[in-house]
């Protein structure tokens, strides 16, 4: 009649962010007892976790979900072997990655409004994206102009909505973005 979730994570397989802060990956894996809800394994960078399990941080959330209808083992078995390959594998591939979301998406800032606001990224209205770019700061985020700057401001902006719903939608926003970041 209970839910459980485990964390899991490499401390001694971290990447550095395009700022050069630390990032550890990290997995939680949940799952209802009686089959009620999904089995789900989401993946993720973070900065640090305390000893409740507050994960502070965490950027880059990626998620598998199998729904416990008919034999789900085969999908959970793939989901390990992904699981497996994402903590073990080497750093090589993010850094790349954070190196592509460093780009410059423009030199000033409604340079960068037109460019981001061009990619009809729903969840992003023209004055979210204004807000956000305004809301970076540099030292934390990297700069406003780049796509990893950019959407550190987006998370920040989405913190002050009121509702849980809102700032998952802008959130959402700021991960296409991120996904987006090869067309600059």
């Given at each position: ?37 999904a ?38 078995q793939?989901?390990?072997?992904s ?16 190196e ?43 700069a ?25 939608k ?15």
């Amino acid at each position: 009649d209970h839910d459980m979730f485990a964390f899991l994570m490499t401390p001694d397989r971290m990447v550095m962010d395009p700022v050069g802060r630390e990032l550890y990956r990290g997995i939680i894996a949940i799952n209802s007892e009686v089959g009620a809800a999904a089995l789900k394994i989401m993946a993720f960078y973070f900065r640090d976790v305390c000893g409740n399990f507050i994960i502070w941080g965490a950027e880059q959330i990626a998620e598998i979900s199998l729904r416990h209808v008919g034999d789900i083992r085969k999908g959970w078995q793939n989901a390990q072997v992904s699981v497996r390959k994402y903590l073990d594998g080497a750093a090589s591939l993010e850094t790349a990655k954070f190196e592509e979301l460093s780009r410059i998406i423009a030199g000033n800032k409604d340079d960068v409004l037109d460019k981001v606001f061009g990619l009809r990224i729903p969840e992003l209205s023209r004055k979210l994206i204004s807000e956000s770019y305004d809301a970076v700061v540099p030292s934390e985020d990297g700069a406003p102009n780049t796509v990893w700057g950019l959407a550190q401001g987006i998370t920040r902006v989405s913190q002050r909505e009121q509702f849980a719903d809102e700032r998952n939608k802008i959130d959402r926003g700021a991960g296409k973005l991120l996904a987006a970041a090869a067309r600059f």
